[in-house]
């Protein structure tokens, strides 16, 4: 069932806005609240959501993945991240809405400034975290301002609210999953023991998936099914959802593991657990506040740890990791494709962004197992090489000019596995500058892809080894050098990284991306991305276990971008090498003339 | 007045723990404890103790800087970092005291399983830090084990023990502190009102010399007085110290800025604070609980928070800085005129480490503005160099074989400033393993000494830059890669510091050891040691303020260990312009000999 086209549309229409501002106002008057928080998040804690849940859509026009609106009867915010100083503006009505930068700017300050107090500051606890909730308290301290959770009064006024989405479930065997959903659900029933709590209560559909090797296609780019589920200290569990996304025979393929109930039970079961008087686990930075409240209100206690599937879902097993090895050679063939159609068709000069995401696309759909998209293709000629989370759209689209620099962020959910690639090529001479910095990229993700480390070393010790070429020159990017990313599920996952925020110790069995990058503002950006997966290697000189990364991603770096006085005989050595493996994992799988093309964007330098 | 020579007794006589164990236990039993907690620490937590503080060695024999003993009444165990698991066995009396490595050992858990509940813990709270306390008291949560503070029961039975330190204060005049002692207080008061608080309690000497612009001889190796004092938010300061270190030259010389008071009346002073119901600003890390009880029994409110002399203290002013170069000419004299001694006598084979530690005092001695080294000097060959922390004694002196690389890690305080520098040379032809070792320390050193950061990077995200070629073979070391050193002042100083552990943010002025290393146990130790100031270095691509470090230390790296092969053309440049700017700026200073020396030693690669 493969995913709709990429959208190019403008979908963000300012007109929109006041006549929705002016029916949320009407309904927190009803309310009864002075503020109304709308935060851009569902219940799941998604970083896709279904279209029923894009409230700060709906009321401000914003559509970026992370925001936070605040409305009260004379005045609203909008709080973007750096990523979207320049999106927010341009969709939202500005004349309603002050689009505030976070930070410096906070919800709360601006709460202080806006209301009189005694004031009410309405907020659905479906869409905030226990966590959330405890912060935004603190900072309303002693102000007169007093958080209410209430209905969402949006969601009562939005008249032609989609409905959530149910797509089939889809169930992984054996062969896909590496592991049981019994053999998960026991060691996690082990950790609940230890904790120690009776029950656990999971939100976030990454971890369900995982945890009973189910998947689903509720919401773009993520192949996740949306659903509750409770795990009981006995190996019992439960999962919640709408029972329309099961067919007899998925019911069957499911066994007997987990109880299915239909997600109005959810609140039954939570009461249920309450009046038992039980200890429940719950991870306070992403499950909701409602379900917190449910609990206790019902009698439990609250466990407050971290999710315990997040540390065994991104330590991907042999199969999983084989899995993924073989998603990249299908995506090689897919990138190879369409790096050597940009080779032949830019420098023509009629070429625009939406031609590469389409082609690209397009190019990826030809393999049988591809799925979706791993998240809206990134596209950037020029000057929009620069915009970090640039997506194209039909206002934005630009005709990429010969001699201009083009950044393709981009990737694939296959059957076997979820790839995430970038690669930014020339389409004519390279000035100087570019050159230099390429290659400074280039060097830092050399450096991370060849590091060896001993165990117990966490992805935010190995980020300044990316950053130090660049460094040297002044030069930086603002943006971590990797994320963690799952195995057929979200291309974005926790709780590793490589980046200056604190993060998990690396594991064998972890993949993460190495894309260090470097943006002039108005002129172009520069990022090369491969996806690694964490490796045994050996012992270090103490007898303790020394780790490094394997390379999963399998396509030509752009050599016409390199600066070779620049490289070590080691770096340049291992991008040889590196060319070479591709060449010969995927050219036999080329039709020969991108065969040839190949070949020659990876003869040794 | 120069400090005594570096002692080379075997201070340790295991003997002597049973009967002051004996002593210790009656008085417990006295005090109605069933077991006592002796931190080797005092009231004012410096790394260096007066004779009269060494309770730890005094109960256990153990003489190392940093340990807990525990002692009930049928149990003793003392427990020590990775440091010290060599050393304490063989100084305590392990037929009486049990030595468990820390981590993974705990008092806690020793006390768990040690004691009978309900049991009595004593501890004295002059000697723990509220913070402290509050870690052990949530560890013995539930478990009818209490904490109890009591007049020290220890002190009460050490028969011959020293009186507290009464050396003269010395005073800083502007030339060489830079900054008056009436701007400092300004700029703290102006911290403590917007705490807010009406006073600070200061009890670590660092931190009273540097506001004061005092010092003082009161223990080894760190030119400190030791003192409390108080900071009101007005300004007004008052000092708490021994009368007998002040003459009234030096009470003149002070001036009227602070009050001094006897030591006997801080307690009276912090009652006064309580009885105005006063918001009394104390650091939980660093102050002694015995202050915070004090100060809240009289009513007073605390406002924890980290003491606010720090970080100001770390970023050296102008003079500091200069002062601190010219502390660094004056130590490389001394440095230059001993590696060549080494040279011309260790291939003779009858130098002992003993002899090392001699000669490199007594050639810093020659300098008028020399006054203690600021630390025992660590001269280790062969396998001893392999011993991070190793101090030789007569018992473990080694004569140094021809060929074995001989390791001297030394430092010394001089009316300018403080110096700390680590070389390893060899005394014959070196192994290749050795050189390979050697190289990479090198390179890791030389690439944090090169690097160029932007403002707001923190110690720890430069750390791997100086593990990065180590790691590559599987080899590391066990410490961090540099520490704040102060200006006249403690060697060890936050809160910077190039470790593995979080640490302050670098700002210019801050001055940091660069010292990586590798250790082949019963083999042989390598570590090269440069301290450096940090700078501003212009601007990066972003506009943003960058930074880089300026090298103090100035004497040759032992060429002769370098692997040529290995190193990139930018760092053999580099050793080849800092071995020109060291010739360029001792050689002048040393007589023809020596100079001769040092110009071979420098000559470029």
Do not use: C, F
């Given at each position: 069932m493969p995913a709709a086209l990429q959208s190019f549309d403008d979908?963000?229409?300012?007109?929109?806005v006041a006549p929705h501002l002016k029916l949320l106002r009407s309904a927190m008057a009803e309310a009864g609240v002075d503020a109304f928080l709308i935060p851009r998040a569902d219940a799941h804690r998604g970083e896709m959501v279904p279209p029923g849940d894009e409230r700060l859509a709906w009321a401000t026009g914003f559509t970026g993945s992370a925001g936070i609106g605040v409305v009260s009867a004379g005045a609203a915010a909008l709080f973007v991240d750096g990523r979207y100083h320049l999106q927010a503006p341009l969709e939202t009505d500005t004349g309603l809405v002050d689009v505030i930068p976070?930070?410096?700017?906070k919800p709360s300050a601006w709460l202080k400034e806006h209301l009189t107090a005694p004031a009410r500051v309405g907020y659905d606890p479906w869409l905030h975290t226990p966590a959330e909730r405890r912060r935004l308290n603190k900072s309303l301290e002693r102000t007169g301002l007093d958080l209410v959770a209430i209905d969402n009064p949006l969601d009562a006024v939005w008249a032609d609210r989609p409905p959530p989405p149910a797509t089939p479930v889809e169930v992984l065997d054996l062969a896909r999953a590496g592991q049981s959903a019994t053999e998960k659900l026991e060691a996690v029933a082990d950790q609940i023991r230890r904790a120690p709590a009776d029950a656990l209560v999971l939100s976030v559909p990454e971890s369900i998936c995982w945890l009973f090797n189910i998947r689903g296609r509720d919401v773009a780019h993520t192949p996740i099914t949306l659903a509750y589920a409770i795990v009981h200290a006995d190996g019992r569990a439960e999962i919640f959802l709408n029972p329309l996304k099961l067919t007899d025979e998925l019911r069957a393929a499911l066994g007997d593991a987990p109880a299915l109930r239909p997600s109005e039970e959810l609140a039954d079961a939570l009461q249920t657990l309450g009046e038992q008087g039980a200890g429940v686990w719950i991870d306070p930075e992403s499950s909701p506040a409602a379900i917190a409240d449910l609990l206790t209100g019902a009698g439990a206690t609250l466990v407050e740890r971290r999710d315990p599937v997040l540390l065994p879902k991104s330590k991907k097993n042999p199969v999983e990791i084989a899995g993924m090895r073989e998603a990249h050679r299908v995506d090689a063939v897919a990138v190879a494709r369409f790096l050597a159609w940009v080779d032949a068709e830019a420098p023509k000069g009629e070429l625009t962004e939406i031609d590469l995401v389409e082609q690209l696309e397009a190019t990826r759909r030809r393999a049988n197992s591809f799925l979706d998209t791993s998240f809206d293709t990134i596209a950037g000629a020029g000057p929009n090489g620069a915009i970090v989370h640039y997506r194209v759209t039909r206002s934005s689209n630009r005709r990429i000019a010969p001699g201009e620099l083009v950044l393709v962020d981009s990737g694939g959910h296959y059957r076997q596995g979820t790839t995430d690639i970038t690669r930014t090529v020339a389409t004519g001479p390279a000035t100087d500058t570019q050159r230099d910095a390429f290659t400074r990229v280039l060097k830092g993700m050399i450096c991370l892809t060849t590091i060896r480390f001993p165990a117990g070393t966490s992805g935010q010790e190995l980020d300044p080894l990316a950053r130090q070429y660049l460094w040297r020159a002044g030069m930086d990017y603002g943006h971590g050098t990797g994320h963690g990313v799952g195995a057929y599920l979200s291309v974005h996952e926790g709780p590793c990284s490589i980046s200056r925020r604190p993060s998990a110790v690396l594991e064998p069995g972890m993949v993460l991306s190495n894309e260090p990058g470097f943006y002039a503002e108005g002129e172009f950006g520069i990022r090369t991305e491969n996806l690694m997966v964490v490796a045994e290697d050996g012992e270090g000189t103490d007898g303790k276990p020394w780790l490094s990364f394997e390379t999963l991603t399998l396509a030509p770096i752009d050599v016409r971008l390199i600066d070779r006085g620049q490289l070590t005989d080691a770096e340049l050595d291992w991008l040889n090498a590196y060319h070479a493996r591709v060449f010969e994992e995927i050219g036999p799988l080329l039709e020969p003339p991108d065969r040839a093309w190949l070949e020659a964007a990876t003869k040794p330098l």
């Open positions: 979908s963000a229409d300012p007109a929109r976070q930070p410096p700017g």
